[in-house]
């Protein structure tokens, strides 16, 4: 199975940065490449937070979909009860 690779997808194929960029440069009436550097790095950060999740949720050994937890506790690995 062939690794996706989140950032090139996001960035290059679907080009997620210079659509949100062009739509709040018009509302916020600030420059393009303004707005596209902010956008790309807000969009970098959140991947490198998602992928370093993923990563730490990987190395759990008792991931269960019976036991429901919140997700912040589930990753301090304290139990939450769940109504």
């Known amino acids: 199975m062939k690794k996706a690779d989140a950032k090139d997808k996001i960035f290059n194929e679907m ?8 739509a709040l440069s018009k ?4 420059p393009y490449e303004e707005t596209l550097k ?3 790095a807000l969009f970098e950060s959140k991947i ?13 050994s008792d991931i269960s979909i019976e036991d429901p937890k919140d997700f912040e506790e589930w ?3 304290s139990p939450v009860i769940k109504g």
């Open 27 to 30: 509302k916020l009436d600030k």
């Open 48 to 60: 490198e937070k998602a992928e370093k999740t993923i990563a730490m949720i990987s190395q759990q």
């Open 15 to 22: 080009k997620l940065p210079e659509l949100f960029a062009q």
């Open 75 to 77: 990753i301090k690995d």
């Open 38 to 40: 902010y956008v790309s």
